[in-house]
C-alpha cells in the first residue's frame, strides 16, 4: 500500500462526459481527488486534461465497469495510490433502444442490463474493500425516476420531466433502472452495519449525448444530488431514492 494519503477519494465512472464529468469536476471542487473512469482512453485523457486545467486533482481511471478484469485493476490501483475509497459514484449507462415491451427483442434487453445492472454489481464488489478501509464510504447509484415501479403504475412523474399520465414505457432502460435499484437496496441492507450508506439517485432531465441533448437541465445541474448523496455526513440515510427536483435536498421519490 504504498503512497497511501488519508485526502477523500472518489471514483465516477462513465466520467469523460456528460453527468459524470459533471459529478467530477463537483468532487474535486469539494476536494476528492477524483478517479475519473472511463472505457476509452483518448476520451477519459481529455477530460482529466480539462479538469485538471481547472486546478482540481482529477486522474483518468482505465474503467470498462463491464469488464472484471478492468474493475480488478482499477481496483488494484486505488489501493496502490489511496489505500482507500470515500465515495463510489456508478454513473456509466446506456439508453439502450427505447421500445415497448412487445417491440423489444429480449437480447436488447440483456445487453443494456450488462452495463446498467451487472457492470454495477462488478465494479461495486471490486472496489467494496476499498470503501471499507475509508472511515464513512459512499455508494451512489445513478438511476432514473423511469426505474420507478411505484411512479410507473401510478403514470405519475413527482420531478416533473413527464406530465400525470404520461410515463414512458422503455421497457429495457426502464427495468434496468428497477434492477439498480433493487441492487441499491440490497447492498444498504447488507452494509448498514458498517456505515457505509448506499442510495440510488435520479439526476433530472439532463441535456446529455444519451437523450439527444434534449433534457432541460445542464450536466452540472444534474450532478448536484449525486455529489450531495456521495458526501453525506454520518447519519445521513441509507437505501434511499432521491430525484432532483429543485429543492436543497431534493425530492424523496418511491422505489
Ligand atoms: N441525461 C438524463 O436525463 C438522465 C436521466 C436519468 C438518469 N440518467 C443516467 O445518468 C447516467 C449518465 O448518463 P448521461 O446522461 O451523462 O449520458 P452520457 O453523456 O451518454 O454518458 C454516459 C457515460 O457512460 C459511459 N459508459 C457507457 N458504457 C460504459 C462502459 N461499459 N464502461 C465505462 N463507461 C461506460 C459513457 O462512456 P463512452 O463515452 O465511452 O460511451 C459515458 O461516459 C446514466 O446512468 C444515465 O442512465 C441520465
Same mark, same amino acid.
Given at each position: 500500500?504504498?503512497?497511501?494519503?488519508?485526502?477523500?477519494?472518489? /471514483? @465516477?465512472?462513465?466520467?469523460? !462526459?456528460?453527468?459524470?464529468?459533471?459529478?467530477? *469536476?463537483?468532487?474535486?471542487?469539494?476536494?476528492?481527488?477524483?478517479?475519473?473512469?472511463?472505457?476509452?482512453?483518448? %476520451? +477519459?485523457?481529455?477530460?482529466?486534461?480539462?479538469? %485538471?486545467?481547472? +486546478?482540481?486533482?482529477?486522474?483518468?481511471?482505465?474503467?470498462?465497469?463491464?469488464?472484471?478484469?478492468?474493475?480488478? =485493476?482499477?481496483?488494484?490501483?486505488?489501493?496502490?495510490?489511496?489505500?482507500?475509497?470515500?465515495?463510489? /459514484?456508478?454513473?456509466?449507462?446506456?439508453? $439502450?433502444?427505447?421500445?415497448?415491451?412487445?417491440?423489444?427483442?429480449? &437480447?436488447? @434487453? %440483456? *445487453?443494456?442490463?450488462?452495463?446498467?445492472?451487472?457492470?454495477?454489481?462488478?465494479?461495486?464488489?471490486?472496489?467494496?474493500?476499498?470503501?471499507? %478501509?475509508?472511515?464513512?464510504?459512499?455508494?451512489?447509484?445513478?438511476? =432514473?425516476?423511469?426505474?420507478?415501479?411505484?411512479?410507473?403504475?401510478? *403514470? !405519475?412523474?413527482?420531478? +416533473? /420531466?413527464?406530465? &400525470?399520465?404520461?410515463?414512458?414505457?422503455?421497457?429495457?432502460?426502464?427495468?434496468? !433502472?428497477?434492477?439498480?435499484?433493487?441492487?441499491?437496496?440490497?447492498?444498504? #441492507?447488507?452494509?448498514?452495519?458498517? $456505515?457505509?450508506?448506499?442510495?440510488?439517485?435520479?439526476?433530472?432531465? @439532463?441535456?446529455?449525448?444519451? #437523450?439527444?441533448?434534449? $433534457?432541460?437541465?445542464?450536466?452540472?445541474?444534474?450532478?448536484?444530488?449525486?455529489?450531495?448523496?456521495?458526501?453525506?455526513?454520518?447519519?445521513?440515510?441509507?437505501?434511499?431514492?432521491? $430525484?432532483? &427536483? +429543485?429543492?436543497?435536498?431534493? *425530492?424523496?421519490? &418511491?422505489?
Amino acid at each position: 500500500m504504498s503512497g497511501t494519503t488519508t485526502a477523500r477519494t472518489a /471514483v @465516477v465512472t462513465g466520467a469523460n !462526459k456528460g453527468i459524470g464529468r459533471a459529478i467530477a *469536476r463537483r468532487l474535486g471542487q469539494a476536494g476528492h481527488t477524483v478517479y475519473l473512469g472511463a472505457r476509452d482512453e483518448q %476520451r +477519459g485523457r481529455a477530460a482529466e486534461r480539462e479538469l %485538471r486545467a481547472e +486546478g482540481l486533482d482529477v486522474r483518468f481511471l482505465h474503467l470498462d465497469v463491464t469488464d472484471e478484469a478492468s474493475a480488478a =485493476s482499477a481496483a488494484e490501483r486505488i489501493a496502490q495510490e489511496a489505500g482507500h475509497l470515500d465515495a463510489l /459514484v456508478n454513473n456509466a449507462g446506456v439508453g $439502450g433502444p427505447l421500445s415497448t415491451p412487445s417491440e423489444t427483442p429480449a &437480447d436488447e @434487453v %440483456r *445487453r443494456v442490463y450488462e452495463t446498467n445492472v451487472f457492470a454495477v454489481i462488478t465494479v461495486t464488489n471490486a472496489l467494496l474493500p476499498l470503501l471499507r %478501509r475509508a472511515p464513512a464510504g459512499r455508494i451512489v447509484n445513478v438511476s =432514473s425516476v423511469l426505474g420507478s415501479l411505484a411512479h410507473a403504475a401510478a *403514470r !405519475k412523474d413527482p420531478t +416533473g /420531466v413527464f406530465p &400525470d399520465g404520461v410515463f414512458p414505457a422503455h421497457l429495457a432502460y426502464n427495468t434496468s !433502472k428497477a434492477a439498480l435499484n433493487a441492487v441499491t437496496v440490497t447492498y444498504a #441492507n447488507e452494509l448498514r452495519d458498517t $456505515g457505509i450508506l448506499v442510495n440510488a439517485v435520479s439526476p433530472g432531465w @439532463v441535456a446529455t449525448d444519451i #437523450n439527444g441533448h434534449q $433534457g432541460a437541465l445542464t450536466p452540472e445541474q444534474g450532478a448536484r444530488i449525486p455529489v450531495l448523496l456521495a458526501t453525506l455526513g454520518e447519519g445521513g440515510p441509507t437505501a434511499a431514492f432521491v $430525484g432532483e &427536483d +429543485g429543492t436543497a435536498e431534493g *425530492r424523496l421519490l &418511491d422505489w
